[in-house]
């Protein structure tokens, strides 16, 4: 399994150091009202406890998280105006794009997204063109130092589908609904590993970027999409 998306980690480890921290708050909270319209239970909703969970680490103040929550659990008109948009689309090289956005405003979002798309060599794709090639899935990584072959067997009793071994990590996949069982075990029993947990995309079908000016067009691309105020998520088939 390869192909995920990177951005995830990089966006939040910019914003720890950009100068525009508000507008990683305000990413972050919209995200975190999204996902507690699925209940307001961290242990129970997978997809909030991950974004209060990089709010935490990025310092976002208790009461603006707890805010978040309440929007997103019906008290108040803000949270109910957010609207979560998944955009696909085609990248230099031929790649694949999904683009996940959260905004109020639908029309004014694809409009600024079609238009920051034709500006970087890449173009929007119809609805079901390009997602189909992805899986939403569960990920965890840690350090590879950590593994061993009784923790693997521990591992896939518990409901790991496929677990990747890198030079110095170790990726372990589960079903978006299994994340935070698997978590949980590993923060119980290891306390001393150092893990990060997300729901991405992945690709089914990774694309092999080789040629180094197709490489720019894509990380000036992804930098650009990063950069918008509505985007959270940005995955692609590419691979370097």
């Given at each position: 399994?390869?192909?995920?998306?990177?951005?995830?980690?990089?966006?939040?480890?910019?914003?720890?150091?950009?100068?525009?921290?508000?507008?990683?708050?305000?990413?972050?909270?919209?995200?975190?009202?999204?996902?507690?319209r699925n209940g307001t239970d961290i242990e129970t909703n997978p997809k909030l406890r991950l974004a209060v969970e990089k709010a935490r680490?990025?310092?976002?103040?208790?009461?603006?998280?707890?805010?978040?929550?309440?929007?997103?659990?019906?008290?108040?008109?803000?949270?109910?105006?957010?609207?979560?948009l998944m955009c696909e689309a085609y990248g230099p090289g031929g790649t694949a794009i999904l683009i996940q956005a959260i905004t109020d405003?639908?029309?004014?979002?694809?409009?600024?997204?079609?238009?920051?798309?034709?500006?970087?060599?890449?173009?929007?794709?119809?609805?079901?063109?390009?997602?189909?090639?992805?899986?939403?899935?569960?990920?965890?990584?840690?350090?590879?130092?950590?593994?061993?072959?009784?923790?693997?067997?521990?591992?896939?009793?518990?409901?790991?589908?496929?677990?990747?071994?890198?030079?110095?990590?170790?990726?372990?996949?589960?079903?978006?609904?299994?994340?935070?069982?698997?978590?949980?075990?590993?923060?119980?029993?290891?306390?001393?590993?150092?893990?990060?947990?997300?729901?991405?995309?992945?690709?089914?079908?990774?694309?092999?970027?080789?040629?180094?000016?197709?490489?720019?067009?894509?990380?000036?691309?992804?930098?650009?999409?990063?950069?918008?105020?509505?985007?959270?998520?940005?995955?692609?088939?590419?691979?370097?």
């Amino acid at each position: 399994m390869s192909g995920h998306s990177k951005w995830a980690k990089v966006k939040y480890q910019k914003a720890q150091k950009d100068p525009k921290r508000g507008q990683a708050f305000s990413k972050l909270s919209n995200l975190i009202t999204v996902a507690s319209r699925n209940g307001t239970d961290i242990e129970t909703n997978p997809k909030l406890r991950l974004a209060v969970e990089k709010a935490r680490e990025l310092g976002m103040p208790k009461e603006n998280i707890e805010r978040a929550i309440s929007r997103g659990s019906g008290n108040g008109t803000e949270g109910k105006q957010l609207e979560e948009l998944m955009c696909e689309a085609y990248g230099p090289g031929g790649t694949a794009i999904l683009i996940q956005a959260i905004t109020d405003n639908k029309n004014r979002t694809l409009a600024e997204l079609r238009h920051l798309l034709q500006n970087y060599d890449a173009k929007p794709a119809n609805s079901g063109s390009v997602s189909y090639l992805f899986k939403e899935t569960g990920r965890i990584t840690l350090p590879k130092n950590f593994w061993n072959d009784d923790l693997a067997l521990k591992i896939i009793e518990l409901g790991a589908e496929e677990i990747k071994e890198n030079k110095d990590t170790v990726e372990i996949y589960t079903s978006p609904n299994n994340l935070t069982k698997l978590k949980n075990f590993l923060e119980e029993n290891y306390p001393e590993i150092s893990l990060e947990a997300a729901i991405d995309f992945i690709s089914q079908q990774p694309v092999i970027i080789s040629k180094e000016d197709i490489k720019n067009k894509l990380e000036a691309l992804f930098n650009a999409l990063d950069e918008h105020p509505d985007v959270e998520e940005i995955y692609s088939n590419a691979e370097y």
